[in-house]
Nanobody
Framework: QVQLVESGGGLVQAGGSLRLSCAAS????????MGWFRQAPGKEREFVAAISWNGGSTYYADSLKGRFTISRDNVQNTMYLQMNSLKPEDTAIYYC??????????????????WGQGTQVTVSS
């Protein structure tokens, strides 16, 4: 059984930064690609970023490139999302997930099998 626990969310002013963490249980974390998604009120869950099993490849939603950085530490079984220059439209619940199906695009929710419960990020103007 895999458990993913997000942390690091909170309230921040526009222009500020936050670093989210996703702690994974189990011994297989380093074997899987991972991803971050977010869901704003009244909207569908959307892709934010993804990272390969060893951190060698990263992918971002086009609208977030340059502001967000995904990384991972396979020794600590933790993935991170550094978010800079935050905007009110970044307000959402942020989820981490384990990517199981590599033949599906990294932005496809169906490619992920385990999800965390999410952490709230609120950006005030």
């Amino acid at each position: 059984q895999v458990q993913l626990v997000e942390s690091g969310g909170g309230l921040v002013q526009a222009g500020g930064s936050l670093r989210l963490s996703c702690a994974a249980s189990g011994r297989t974390f380093s074997s899987y690609a991972m991803g971050w998604f977010r869901q704003a009120p009244g909207k569908e869950r959307e892709f934010v970023a993804a990272i390969s099993w060893n951190g060698g490849s990263t992918y971002y939603a086009d609208s977030l490139k340059g502001r967000f950085t995904i990384s991972r530490d396979n020794v600590q079984n933790t993935m991170y999302l550094q978010m800079n220059s935050l905007k009110p439209e970044d307000t959402a619940i942020y989820y981490c997930a384990r990517r199981r199906l590599l033949l599906r695009p990294e932005s496809d929710l169906g490619a992920y099998d385990y999800w965390g419960q999410g952490t709230q990020v609120t950006v005030s103007s």
